[in-house]
């Protein structure tokens, strides 16, 4: 039981077995989180592997750190965003790994601190910045965008069906005064969507809130930036596994995957996507949309 159990990690299992790990191994977790793959990780290639953990949040590095204690001459960890693993690497004069991991999105700890603003669940300020040394928080873009932008970005990136209905009710709303709060925008929407089509398993603003937080931490780009990096610094034989979270994601993935593989640089290993089995959706639901999948440098 790690110091501070704050995420489970999902499908690390099979996102381990696939990164073929040994001791003595150089490691990459692009999303190290609070850890929970990392000493995973760590348990395979001590003592005498290395792992780089980089992750835009810093308060999620200092749990990382203090769960990694007992391994902290095998690991470095970094503040950055994934989009910059080529700065990362250069700067640690580090050429090429055995494998790199990302595991997308967010974590339950950074969904279950109330104060962060990503969910629906707790009323607190608009926030969603994984990085809270960033500008522009889902308040500055709820508040400041056009109806139009808002409603493309709910579509684009929540696939959200009342995109339309949602972005007029907010543009209304926040004539009178902004859209400060969590519980204030769960509202707008609530009041948008029809209520006979509220009642669906996901909560009705699930939509709304995953959208506006791949926007604010442009979530997409920062992936599309990684991915074309990662063949630099993977040794041949070294392995990239990539667990996402949403057909957006999974999507990005999937293709750079398979282009890469088209010119001979990846030999794909999961031809289809893995994913979790039915006992840890049971123990961890926020598993259930996970998708793991792994390519192999040529
Ligand atoms: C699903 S959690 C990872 C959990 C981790 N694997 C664990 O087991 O504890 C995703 C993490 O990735 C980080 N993250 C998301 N996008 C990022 C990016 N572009 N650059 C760096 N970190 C990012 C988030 O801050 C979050 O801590």
């Not at 989009?83 to 004069?93: A, E, G």
Request: with cysteine; aromatic share 6%.
């Amino acid at each position: 039981m790690m110091l501070n159990d704050w995420h489970k990690p999902v499908m690390c299992v099979e996102a381990i077995d696939c990164l073929r790990l040994k001791p003595g191994l150089t490691v990459v977790d692009a999303t190290i989180g609070t850890a929970g793959h990392a000493s995973k990780i760590l348990e395979a290639i001590a003592p005498s592997g290395r792992l780089i953990g980089i992750d835009r949040d810093a308060d999620s590095l200092a749990i990382a750190e203090e769960n990694l204690k007992r391994y902290k001459n095998n690991v470095t960890l970094v503040h950055s965003d994934f989009r910059n693993i080529d700065k990362v690497l250069d700067s640690l004069n580090i050429g090429q790994v055995d494998g790199i991991l990302f595991d997308l999105g967010v974590s339950s700890y950074q969904l279950d601190t109330k104060e962060r603003g990503f969910s629906f669940r707790y009323d607190a300020p608009l926030d969603m910045r994984m990085d809270k040394t960033s500008y522009i928080a889902a308040y500055d873009l709820v508040n400041n965008l056009t109806e139009k932008e808002i409603s493309d970005i709910l579509w684009s990136f929540g696939q959200e069906r009342w995109h339309k209905p949602i972005a007029k009710h907010l543009v209304r709303e926040r004539l009178g005064v902004p859209v400060s709060t969590t519980a204030q925008l769960r509202d707008i929407v609530l009041k948008a969507i029809p209520r006979k089509f509220g009642r669906s398993r996901i909560h009705p603003a699930t939509r709304t809130f995953q959208a506006l937080r791949i926007a604010v931490n442009r979530e997409l780009e920062a992936l599309e930036e990684a991915l074309s990096k990662v063949p630099r610094f993977l040794k041949k034989g070294g392995v990239i596994s990539v667990i996402s979270f949403h057909s957006l994601e999974d999507r990005i993935v999937k293709h750079n995957f398979k282009d890469l593989g088209q010119e001979g640089i990846y030999q794909v290993i999961t031809k289809k996507p893995i994913t979790p089995e039915e006992g840890e959706v049971a123990d961890n639901p926020r598993a259930r949309s996970g998708k793991l999948r792994a390519a192999r440098r040529r």
